[in-house]
């Protein structure tokens, strides 16, 4: 299955591209994420709890980073095993550039199901694979933009980037940037 969109995120490219190499990042956007850990240097380990129509399942799996321009364009290639109810790999090629607002990023995502996943038929595996795809950049884009009616009195839009990472990290996570 092959899937393509773009969105635009009101924020520095150098803070989506942070994002996408943060394990913590990662463990808040990825839609069922119980644990992610690692780094983008040696990948990350991840445990994910989906159910996709009856069939619901466990996925621990790993995701690799491939080809980085640093704040241009990278590869995630994941592949992940839920025991019984089979198998998803994939891999989501992303482009960032920057916008007059902050920054466009552009994804193309091709995935695969085996097992009793791919007995469910494709119509609802694409389905789902679209909306877990959804999912994940748009809680990308509201880590990065705080949702609209959340005021921020933590990091000021005067503050700066580091003191501004350090507000999206503790947003997220309820820690501090520095643990």
């Not at 996408?20 to 994420?33: F, N």
């Not at 198998?87 to 990023?105: I, M, N, Q, R, Y």
């Not at 795809?133 to 933009?145: C, K, S, V």
Request: net charge negative; aromatic share 6%; charged share 25%.
């Amino acid at each position: 299955m092959h899937m393509n969109d773009s969105r635009e995120i009101a924020a520095p490219v150098g803070d989506v591209w942070d994002a996408l190499l943060s394990a913590e990042m990662l463990a808040v956007c990825v839609p069922g994420a119980q644990e992610v850990t690692g780094t983008a240097a040696e990948g990350f380990e991840a445990t994910v709890v989906q159910k996709v129509g009856p069939v619901k399942a466990t996925f621990k799996g790993n995701v690799a980073l491939s080809d980085l321009v640093e704040h241009e364009s990278l590869t995630l290639t994941g592949e992940g095993k839920g025991g019984a109810a089979g198998f998803a790999k994939g891999e989501a090629k992303v482009a960032l550039s920057p916008t007059d607002t902050g920054t466009l990023l552009e994804y193309e995502v091709d995935a695969k199901v085996g097992g009793k996943l791919a007995q469910l038929g494709s119509r609802l595996i694409d389905g789902f694979a679209k909306k877990m795809a959804d999912q994940f950049f748009q809680n990308l884009q509201t880590a990065l933009e705080g949702s609209p009616d959340e005021g921020d009195a933590e990091t000021p839009a005067d503050a700066d980037p580091e003191q501004k990472k350090k507000g999206w990290i503790k947003r997220l996570t309820g820690r501090g940037g520095d643990s």
